[in-house]
Nanobody, 117 residues
Framework: VQLQASGGGLVQAGDSLRLSCAAS????????MGWFRQAPGKERKFVASISASGGSTVYADSVKGRFTISRDNAKETVYLQMNSLKPEDTARYYC???????????WGQGTQVTVSS
């Protein structure tokens, strides 16, 4: 599975961005998919995940109410809508896929999000 993330950029605090992650190579329609982020000098942290059907989502406390994860299985794509962005959201965002939650086997190359104050 290859995962290609896109949609990052430089925005101001309070702005919105939508990240996309397109899968190729094999279908991910039966996979849990998620987003993690890593700020410079810090460990990679969980942001959000979505079940294979899209019916169940989980969020880190730091993004609850501001970020929304969704997926379009017909397009083999997962999205992360990020609203009310804060400078502390600045990080490289990685999408991931795996057979069950917490067992992520495939990772994309990431897309950079920078939020200025």
């Amino acid at each position: 599975v290859q995962l290609q993330a896109s949609g990052g950029g430089l925005v101001q605090a309070g702005d919105s961005l939508r990240l996309s992650c397109a899968a190729s190579g094999r279908t991910v329609t039966n996979y849990v998919m998620g987003w993690f982020r890593q700020a410079p000098g810090k460990e990679r942290k969980f942001v959000a995940s979505i079940s294979a059907s899209g019916g169940s989502t989980v969020y880190a406390d730091s993004v609850k109410g501001r970020f929304t994860i969704s997926r379009d299985n017909a397009k083999e794509t997962v999205y992360l809508q990020m609203n009310s962005l804060k400078p502390e959201d600045t990080a490289r965002y990685y999408c991931t896929a795996g057979p069950i939650s917490g067992r992520y086997e495939h990772w994309g190359q990431g897309t950079q999000v920078t939020v200025s104050s």
